[in-house]
């Protein structure tokens, strides 16, 4: 009990001790350590956003036809694949057998980091593709039925400007939900994509610390990735009330 009231102590004050592998504080290791996990973590959401959003409301706009059902299949293998295998795919297939992506690694700012970031973001997008496309379709679907939709197209408005300003406007709370909580559990590390291509996050770090018993690093990352989460979906909150007025007190 002496020694966690000393922890909670350092604690209070950003000490979280010393690495045992290292010797160096745990708080410069994952300094180190969470810029490349922020820009894995926001390539991630970029892709998923771009693709996940347009895939859901085409298979809305397209209910019962072949588009729809093509989503829905994405959809379902996206959910259903693991992130290791996608990952060892992705690495045997783009990297190894047609050379158009790095094996692994961080490498330099500029194009080269962008170059080494396309395979594991597009890893960790996966799922999220899949979760988003199904998500907007089920909302949009059900805002294509209201009547301020009915009435917006009796005014003669343009088919894009009913679906965009006022369906999925009203369709992407939900969405907005789940970016919060995508992007915190993202933020903490991503350990099996980072470890298969080697980039240097918390992730990885964190998969380390745990071969090696480095106690101090693993309650280091935990709490770092209760904070994003927690963060993530503080914003996403005051994000909410600012695009939907009704939530406003």
């Not at 996940?52 to 259903?80: H, K, Q, Y």
């Not at 903490?188 to 018993?213: D, H, M, N, Y």
């Not at 994003?228 to 007190?249: G, K, T």
Request: charged share 15%; aromatic share 8%; proline share 6%.
């Amino acid at each position: 009990m002496e020694r966690y009231g000393c922890y909670i102590g350092n604690l209070a004050h950003g000490d979280l001790g010393d690495s045992y592998r290292s010797k160096r504080p745990v708080t410069d290791i994952l300094a180190d350590r969470v810029w490349p996990t922020a820009q894995l973590a926001l390539a991630t959401l970029v892709l998923e956003l771009a693709i996940g959003i347009p895939l859901g409301v085409i298979a809305a706009l397209r209910r019962g036809r072949w588009p729809d059902r093509a989503v829905g299949a994405i959809g379902l293998v996206g959910l259903s694949a693991p992130s290791f295998v996608v990952g060892t795919v992705a690495l045997y297939v783009f990297a190894y057998r047609f050379g158009w992506f790095p094996i692994g690694g961080y490498g330099e700012p500029g194009w080269d980091r962008l170059h080494h970031l396309v395979l594991p973001a597009a890893t960790l997008a996966t799922v999220g593709v899949a979760l988003f496309s199904r998500v907007v379709r089920t909302e949009m679907v059900d805002a294509l039925g209201e009547d301020y939709v009915r009435t917006a197209r009796a005014k003669g408005l343009s088919p894009w400007r009913v679906v965009v300003r006022h369906a999925l406007r009203n369709a992407l709370n939900p969405t907005i939900t789940l970016v919060g909580l995508d992007l915190g559990v993202l933020f903490g590390g991503a350990i099996v994509t980072e470890v298969i291509f080697s980039w240097p996050g918390i992730g990885r770090e964190s998969f380390q610390a745990i071969l090696e018993a480095d106690l101090p690093v693993v309650l280091g990352v935990v709490i770092v990735s209760t904070l994003a989460i927690a963060i993530a979906n503080l914003l996403v909150d005051l994000l909410q009330i600012w695009l939907d007025p009704r939530m406003r007190p």
